[in-house]
Antibody
């Protein structure tokens, strides 16, 4: 059974870059869309964007100018970078999988990692 | 962006009750509507996809219906482990968007 695990710093300073990695285990990164979703403390869910294993990407326009998602198929990992962070970017960040040819549902999620933006 | 509006925002119910949550999309989304359950401190879990398809391993007391812009999520007989927050999400177009959530609490 495939599992996803987020990793990266839990604390980032304002104006700096947030970087997270999601490691896919128990299955291949091929033939899926790989997503990042975030949830500010006590609030709802916001989709950040996805990358296809082939490398094509799609980002939320609200974050597009600051976001990059990349994939490393040799390591079965994909990554998120978010530039110029502010306190408003403090959130639990989840990685999630979408099967190709599906209704684009997020069928598998990582456990999430809290990133706090603070000096 | 497609706006997703859930109602109610919260509800109180007892074990064994039938619970219904509605989700309305700001524009046509066909059947590209998914439902998730989230418990405190945990990641969301997919329950229903394509408006009415039950995800593998999910109990049959959960169901979904609707198409176009109006959707319904039902728990036929609420169990103690079902107290959680439920989100709808559209996958018709990007950016993917979620409803604000419905918190199901114990009466």
């Amino acid at each position: 059974q495939v599992q996803l695990q987020e990793s990266g710093p839990g604390l980032v300073k304002p104006s700096e870059t947030l970087s997270l990695t999601c490691t896919v285990s128990g299955g291949s990164i091929n033939s899926y869309y790989w997503n990042w979703i975030r949830q500010p403390p006590g609030k709802g869910l916001e989709w950040i964007g996805y990358i296809h294993y082939s490398g094509s990407t799609n980002y939320n326009p609200s974050l597009k100018s600051r976001v990059t998602i990349s994939v490393d198929t040799s390591k079965n990992q994909f990554s998120l970078t978010l530039n110029s962070v502010t306190a408003a970017d403090t959130a639990v960040f989840y990685c999630a999988r979408v099967p190709s040819g599906s209704y684009s549902q997020f069928d598998t999620w990582g456990q999430g990692t809290l990133v706090t933006v603070s000096s | 962006d497609i706006q997703m509006t859930q109602s109610p925002s919260s509800l109180s119910a007892s074990v064994g009750d039938r619970v219904t949550i509605t989700c309305r999309a700001s524009q046509f989304i066909s059947s590209y509507l998914n439902w998730y359950q989230q418990k405190p401190g945990k990641a969301p879990k997919l329950l229903i996809y394509a408006a009415s398809s039950l995800q593998s391993g999910v109990p049959s007391r959960f169901s979904g219906s609707g198409s176009g812009t109006d959707f319904t999520f039902t728990i036929s007989s609420l169990q103690p482990e079902d107290f959680a927050t439920y989100y709808c999400q559209q996958s018709y177009s990007t950016p993917r968007t979620f409803g604000q959530g419905t918190k199901v609490e114990i009466k």
